[in-house]
């Protein structure tokens, strides 16, 4: 067995290796022991990265399926016991800002139009990663990166998805706005935080809260099981208020328009 994995990273790279063999490849080489490679899990996500970014950028044409499955293959190493063991042994992944901004790129190219596609391998992506400390630090490091995914999430949750992906959207919203809501407590600008949330978070995050409140949205939100959808509609809410208190108004004065606003 050992045989089939020698060259894997040239397999990987070569043109002449089909993308079906790539990825069963990719597969069993993060699964295997046999398979020896110097610094294996690094090159084997970059290598799912790269190759999702050089697609999204024109230059390497794939099957949507095969970009599915890219995402997938992503999702699955995010998620693996075998990662999450790595880095509690104090193994480095570097998630690279790449791919967390191509993550963003899907998030609102999901919230502006009726694709779907890969939908719920991107935001089981973002939810490994944001539920994962060491990994979500590629995200609160650069404020603008949360800001910018947190925006799009709330402007997707807004369109009214239904199905399965209701539950996982609103998982990463929460996990978002936790992620967010710390670096907002820690803001030693009040100015970048006020900036923040009236010129990207103010408009999609009110909205969401007015659906979540028995809106418009009454019907959508009973796609998740009865619950889950009130904990999650509950916690999300009483989140956004928490954001909207901190970032846009002073306390003393919330009195005087939460009704209005709010």
């Known amino acids: 067995m050992a045989a089939v994995y020698s060259g894997i990273s040239f397999k990987l790279k070569s043109k002449t290796t089909s993308w079906e063999d790539k990825l069963k490849l990719a597969h069993f080489a993060w699964i295997s022991h046999q398979c020896i490679l110097p610094n294996k899990e690094q090159v084997l996500l970059d290598w799912a990265r790269q190759s999702l970014i050089a697609f999204y950028k024109k230059k390497l044409e794939l099957k949507e399926d095969i970009v599915e499955r890219l995402w997938i293959y992503i999702d699955n190493i995010l998620h693996s016991t075998k990662l999450q063991d790595l880095l509690k042994n104090g193994k480095t992944i570097n998630l690279q800002i790449s791919l967390v901004k191509i993550i963003n790129e899907r998030i609102t190219e999901f919230s502006l139009s009726e694709s779907r596609r890969s939908m719920c391998a991107v935001l089981s992506c973002c939810q490994g990663i944001l539920s994962t400390p060491t990994l979500a630090v590629i995200y609160t490091a650069r404020q603008e990166l949360i800001v910018a995914l947190l925006s799009q999430l709330c402007w997707l949750a807004c369109r009214q998805p239904e199905g399965a992906v ?79 208190r901190g970032g846009a108004f002073q306390p003393e004065l919330l009195s005087s328009y939460k009704e209005e606003l709010l």
């Open 166 to 244: 209701v539950a996982q959207l609103f998982e990463v919203i929460h996990l978002a706005l936790g992620h967010y809501l710390l670096i907002q407590q820690q803001q030693v600008n009040p100015r970048r935080a006020f900036g923040e949330v009236t010129g990207h978070l103010l408009q999609p995050c009110l909205v969401l809260r007015h659906l979540l409140s028995g809106g418009t949205g009454g019907t959508w939100t009973q796609t998740v099981p009865g619950q889950l959808q009130q904990a999650l509609s509950r916690d999300v809410r009483n989140q956004i208020e928490a954001m909207l």
